[in-house]
């Protein structure tokens, strides 16, 4: 079994022109949303390499970004010519005419309809935020077999054309999305621009974002009307994480484009053997009352789970810092930027603040950070401070509202943020572990209703399902203390596992370390960076062999839509067997 050998251009050169110019390249995210999902790859800086002589070629290649020239499209098509799988997400413009399309206007935002097999299409259109189709009017030297379809501003709206076009050149095939995947997921996660002023409000009143603070919900690529469910008491919810979903379509063509070539993509689970997905509870220490400390910590020991405190200034009383450590759960800072509480959005005032938690603590290192009230502004300047600082998880990117709880980033994964252009759009160091909603039950805050379908959806991408407690409330409000137990008994009935942020950092950073080194001849797979890790679990998809039903393998498992065989490294099973 072959083992495919996975390229990502990225004309560096291409970049940096575009960074002159004030143009953002979140192209450059593919190799984020690659690694997080555990598959192996390589970055290739121009695509005068690809037929170099005596270069080892990749089987596939992903076309990030690169110059639209005739050069360039040039070395793309004698690539594929001579058998190599190219993929696009709304690129290789200087290829259109030649493949006989038109490019079409381009969408800030519209709807997919995705087809997964010839049988079904996917039951929610997926929004997204950046679209570049083409038009094949008349089909000649490379007809083109059309996959989905996107439609403009709404999922009723006008069609723009098919979401995939798939082109057969010589040996090889050409792949074009017309949605920009990877901008697209940037843009939700992080918000479609920086936070200079007030967000947009709901119209019905329950997301009245626009009352003078900067937060992290005043950019979001959702739409209030569009993309917002209710549950059976009416409670209103952003339902859906679109941009784990688009992970999940990016991913699963990847790995058909692999088996289609009789090719394997071996790629890491999210989570250890037997943990389906993870949820954290964590609490802003806000009105800092000792008793209400001693009530939440009287609470999870009940409840069995340890969780992530957000503490801000002044803090707590020694006594409960020591209580919070002795009973397993993390202490983690909580920056206060708002004005009228005499704090502000600066970069000394956020080191002065981290300084008096490290010493309040007394501890050495401090992993996470929630900003108060999750204020927010610019783009990437938290980030960069939490860098400064050895912050190394940040759990700002949530709502502030009653309205606007659930996806309102379209994600639940952690993922590393990626700067704006001015910093050559890098990958920040800093884990962001987004919130779904806080305090349920609360007299001013969205019901318990909402518990169940958020849970399933975080289980069905595998990600974490991340709830905000105040500990004032769980101190005076019943109401929310027994949402706080209901969400833990609905999550342990759907086998969620409970991680503070630091456990889940730790494992994040942990997994990305495993390499693949190649697949034996009895299909063995060989690792490197997983010694010191238990329970890593590895999916080695299977080649689909036409004619042929030599995969037919009972203990596959679909992954992406696709039969893989799952093996376990260093199983807690295995580990105690040797010991014995």
Not at 49 to 59: H, W
Not at 243 to 269: N, R, S, Y
Not at 536 to 543: C, D, K, T
Request: glycine content about 8%; some cysteine; charged content about 25%.
């Amino acid at each position: 079994m072959k083992m495919a050998r996975i390229g990502v251009l990225l004309d560096q050169q291409a970049v940096k022109r575009h960074h002159r110019y004030g143009i953002n390249v979140f192209e450059t995210f593919v190799g984020e949303i690659l690694t997080h999902a555990g598959i192996p790859f390589e970055w290739i800086d121009g695509a005068e390499s690809l037929n170099a002589e005596g270069v080892e070629l990749p089987d596939i290649l992903i076309v990030a970004f690169t110059e639209e020239n005739q050069a360039t499209a040039e070395e793309i098509w004698s690539y594929a010519e001579h058998g190599g799988t190219v993929i696009s997400y709304a690129g290789i413009g200087a290829l259109a005419s030649r493949l006989g399309c038109y490019k079409q206007p381009e969408l800030s935002v519209g709807y997919a309809a995705l087809a997964h097999n010839e049988a079904e299409v996917s039951r929610q259109p997926l929004r997204f935020l950046s679209a570049s189709p083409w038009e094949q009017p008349v089909p000649k030297a490379y007809p083109a077999v059309p996959t989905g379809s996107i439609f403009k501003e709404r999922p009723t709206g006008e069609q723009a054309g098919a979401a995939l076009l798939e082109f057969v050149v010589g040996k090889g095939v050409i792949y074009r999305w017309s949605v920009n995947i990877p901008k697209t997921i940037v843009l939700f996660q992080q918000g479609t621009g920086p936070v200079l002023d007030d967000g947009t409000p709901a119209k019905d009143g329950t997301g009245a974002v626009d009352e003078w603070i900067l937060k992290a919900d005043d950019r979001s690529g959702m739409d209030w009307e569009l993309d917002r469910l209710r549950t059976e008491t009416g409670a209103p919810y952003f339902a859906h994480p679109y941009a784990d979903l688009w992970k999940e379509q990016m991913i699963g063509h990847l790995l058909k484009c692999a088996t289609d070539k009789g090719c394997t993509v071996p790629f890491i689970g999210y989570w250890p053997e037997g943990v389906p997905a993870v949820a954290m509870i964590s609490h802003d220490s806000d009105l800092n009352i000792d008793e209400t400390a001693e009530t939440t910590l009287d609470v999870l020991k009940e409840c069995g789970i340890q969780s992530t405190w957000c503490m801000i200034e002044p803090g707590y009383s020694p006594h409960i810092y020591e209580r919070v450590k002795r009973e397993g759960h993390e202490l983690a800072f909580h920056y206060n930027a708002l004005d009228t509480q005499n704090g502000k959005w600066d970069e000394a005032e956020f080191d002065r603040q981290f300084r008096w938690l490290k010493e309040a603590t007394l501890l050495e290192e401090v992993v996470s950070n929630k900003n108060h009230y999750t204020r927010f502004e610019g783009w990437g300047e938290l980030f960069a401070w939490c860098e400064k600082n050895g912050i190394q998880a940040e759990q700002t990117r949530g709502p502030s509202k009653k309205g606007n709880i659930g996806f309102l980033f379209g994600t639940c994964h952690p993922y590393f943020p990626a700067a704006w252009f001015d910093e050559g759009n890098r990958s920040y160091n800093v884990l962001e572990i987004s919130l779904l909603t806080q305090d349920l039950d609360h007299m001013n805050l969205a019901d318990s209703s909402v518990i169940i379908p958020l849970l399933e959806q975080v289980k069905r991408v595998e990600g974490v399902a991340h709830f905000l407690f105040h500990q004032v409330h769980i101190h005076q409000q019943p109401l929310v203390t027994e949402a706080l137990r209901k969400v833990v008994a609905e999550a342990r009935k759907m086998g969620f596992a409970f991680w503070t942020s630091k456990q889940i950092n730790d494992w994040e950073r942990a997994r990305r370390n495993v390499r693949f080194t190649g697949i034996g001849p009895d299909g063995q797979i060989n690792t490197e960076g997983a010694e010191d890790l238990l329970d890593v679990v590895v999916y080695i998809p299977l080649p689909e062999l036409k004619g042929t039903d030599a995969n037919a393998d009972v203990n596959a498992e679909m992954r992406y839509g696709i039969p893989c065989r799952k093996v376990v490294l260093n199983g807690r099973r295995q580990v105690l067997t040797k010991e014995v």
